[in-house]
Nanobody, 125 residues
Framework: VQLVESGGGLVQTGGSLRLSCAAS????????IAWFRQAPGKELRFVAA????????WYEDSVKGRFTISRDNAKNTVYLQMNSLKPEDTAVYYC???????????????????WGRGAQVTVSS
């Protein structure tokens, strides 16, 4: 089982990036996928999640209206489009996969059993 994030980098305030999470080794379209992030010296925090069929999505309040999560099951890939980036979005971004997520717990890291190694996103002011 492998999740690999890509698309991170350095961008100026107000810029955009698109992260990708490519999966292999499991039946990808049976899993809900989420993005979490961890800033230096801070705890891991939920960013966004999407159901297996893309029927529902969830977002952390600070990214609503700026970030969009989507998936292409034919490509075993989930995307996080990040627009209007701010310095406080600087973090390592992780994608995670869950075979089952309890209702209302989509933002809980303990629901996700597979994790990528992360991609650095740095937003300069």
């Amino acid at each position: 089982v492998q999740l690999v994030e890509s698309g991170g980098g350095l961008v100026q305030t107000g810029g955009s990036l698109r992260l990708s999470c490519a999966a292999s080794g499991f039946t990808y379209d049976n899993y809900a996928i989420a993005w979490f992030r961890q800033a230096p010296g801070k705890e891991l925090r939920f960013v966004a999640a999407i159901t297996r069929s893309s029927s529902s999505t969830w977002y952390e309040d600070s990214v609503k209206g700026r970030f969009t999560i989507s998936r292409d099951n034919a490509k075993n890939t989930v995307y996080l489009q990040m627009n209007s980036l701010k310095p406080e979005d600087t973090a390592v971004y992780y994608c995670a996969a869950a075979s089952t997520v309890a209702s209302g717990r989509e933002d809980s890291a303990d629901q996700y059993e597979h994790w990528g190694r992360g991609a650095q996103v740095t937003v300069s002011s």
